[in-house]
Each structure stands twice: as structure tokens, then as C-alpha cells.
């Protein structure tokens, strides 16, 4: 009987999702060699390291993943940009059900500690001077994240917005051409600049910036909580909230994990 706790961290209907995406092994021409552990024994296992926030080396052995196979396999996946495929994946799916709104888009940060440095870390105001990593979130009406991106803690947050918006990838509609451009972009006043707002009018993107010191954030709230609560969420995926990988790349692996997760939680909403 399979591991209760496997099954409920990655489903079946999961793993068809993420299986074709997993990349190729290359053949032995030699043959031999010892047996490899099964990619959804190891997916498995990157999915507890971020829910749990464990380290590697805590991983329950009733997965049968050792350490250095877990970590070595997590690597050639991020090099190989599967974290991101499997995002746009179940974003695809959404999609073509028609579950995505995009009327509107709603972008905001969070800065977490960073333990070990590292690349895309810096000073965080907020923590002391501490050195940190910022998060930056970008969602569509009712909270699935579209975009994710790392920054180091003491970047202006505007200059998330366009490789925020540039990373939105094309997905499927439920009836017409796939589409990547929301109708409005909503952003508290630490995004209020011109050239931000010359980037996303030139898209043919609205934007609905407060203004300093003329319009009140507050008028904001009825769209804030949406992406804050998923920023929250997000949170709630242990390893995000403090950041232990040196490698910046590594880091967004998993934050982009989790908004595949999240994704994927709305999906099997509306299949079951």
C-alpha cells in the first residue's frame, strides 16, 4: 500500500500532470549502473522539503530519497526550468476551464531573512539591515498567482513590475486564442512611478496606482487582500518563509513550486 502521506503531498492527478514534464534520462550505452529512485519518490520529497520547511537531510525515510539523490535531481530539474513548465501547466488547465479572471491583475512583495547570503540578497529595512530576499507576487482577480520573481530585500519594489508582467505566460482560453495581458494592473503607491506607468499603458495594460501623496491606499483594500492572502498562502510553505538556498535560482524553484501548488489546489476544486 502506497504512503498515505506521499499520496496526500503529490495525488495522482497531480503527478500526470507533472510527469510528462520531467526531464529525460540519458541511457547508459554501457547499461549497468544501480537502480534510480523513482522521479515521483524524489518530486515527492521536494514537495515535503516545502511544505515542512525541513532541511534535506530530514527527509522521512518512507520515501526512500537519500539526501544527495533528492538535492542532486532538484537541481537538474530547476536547471531544466520545471518548476516554471509545471506552473504554466496547471495555469493552462485553469485556463481552458475558464477559471482565470483577467480583468485585472494585483501585484505586491514580502521580504523574508535570508540565513546564508547568497545572490539577489541585500540589507532588508524592515528586519534591522539584516540581509534578505524579497518575494514579488503577481495575481489575477481572485488570487492564483500568474508571475513570480526574487529580488534582494532593499530593491524598490516597482522595479519587480516588468519582469513580473514579461513573465506572464500564455495560456489557454476556454474559447479563442491564448491569452497573457490582463485589462488592469493594481498596485499600492510604493509602485508609483512614470516610466512604470508608461511600461504597462504601452502594453495596453491599465493601471491603477495610487498616487503619493494624492490618492489614499486604502481606496485599494477591496483588491490588496486578494494578493496578500495569497502571498499568506504562499508563506504557509514553510521553506519560503526564511531563505537557505545560496542560489538565487534555487530559491525561485520553489517559490515557483508553491504557486504551482496553489494553482493546482483551485484546480481540483472544480474537477471534484
Known amino acids: 500500500m502506497e504512503d498515505r502521506l506521499a499520496l496526500r503531498l503529490v495525488p495522482d492527478e497531480l503527478w500526470e500532470i507533472v510527469a510528462p514534464l520531467i526531464p529525460p534520462v540519458a541511457v547508459r550505452p554501457q547499461g549497468g549502473g544501480s537502480r534510480r529512485v523513482s522521479d515521483r ?39 531544466a526550468g520545471l518548476w516554471r513548465r509545471l506552473h504554466e501547466a496547471v495555469l493552462d488547465r485553469l485556463g481552458a476551464a475558464g477559471e482565470l479572471d483577467w480583468s485585472r491583475v494585483i501585484v505586491d512583495a514580502a521580504s523574508v531573512r535570508a540565513k546564508k547570503g547568497g545572490g539577489l540578497t541585500g540589507p532588508n529595512p524592515v528586519d534591522r539591515g539584516k540581509p534578505g530576499s524579497k518575494l ?24 519587480a513590475i516588468a519582469p513580473l508582467v514579461r513573465g506572464i505566460p500564455a495560456v489557454r482560453s476556454r474559447r479563442g486564442p491564448r491569452r497573457r495581458r490582463p485589462g488592469k494592473l493594481h498596485a499600492d503607491k510604493a509602485y508609483d512611478a512614470a516610466d512604470l506607468r ?8 491599465g493601471v491603477r496606482i495610487a498616487r503619493k501623496g494624492v490618492e489614499s491606499s486604502q481606496r485599494l483594500g477591496r483588491h490588496r487582500w486578494i494578493v496578500e ?28 513550486l508553491a504557486a504551482a501548488l496553489a494553482c493546482y489546489n483551485r484546480l481540483t476544486k472544480i474537477t471534484t
Open 198 to 205: 508608461r511600461f504597462l499603458r504601452d502594453r495596453g495594460i
Open 41 to 79: 519518490a524524489v518530486f515527492t520529497a521536494v514537495v515535503y522539503v516545502l511544505t515542512a520547511g525541513c532541511a534535506w537531510r530530514h527527509l522521512p525515510s518512507q520515501f526512500g530519497v537519500t539526501v544527495p539523490t533528492a538535492h542532486r535531481r532538484f537541481q537538474e530539474w530547476t536547471d
Open 136 to 159: 514579488h507576487v503577481l495575481v489575477e482577480r481572485t488570487g492564483l498567482p500568474l508571475s513570480v520573481a526574487v529580488s534582494a530585500a532593499n530593491t524598490w519594489d516597482g522595479e
Open 229 to 256: 492572502s495569497a502571498i499568506a498562502w504562499i508563506f504557509g510553505r514553510r521553506r519560503l518563509t526564511i531563505r537557505y538556498e545560496r542560489k538565487p535560482v534555487n530559491f525561485l524553484a520553489f517559490l515557483g
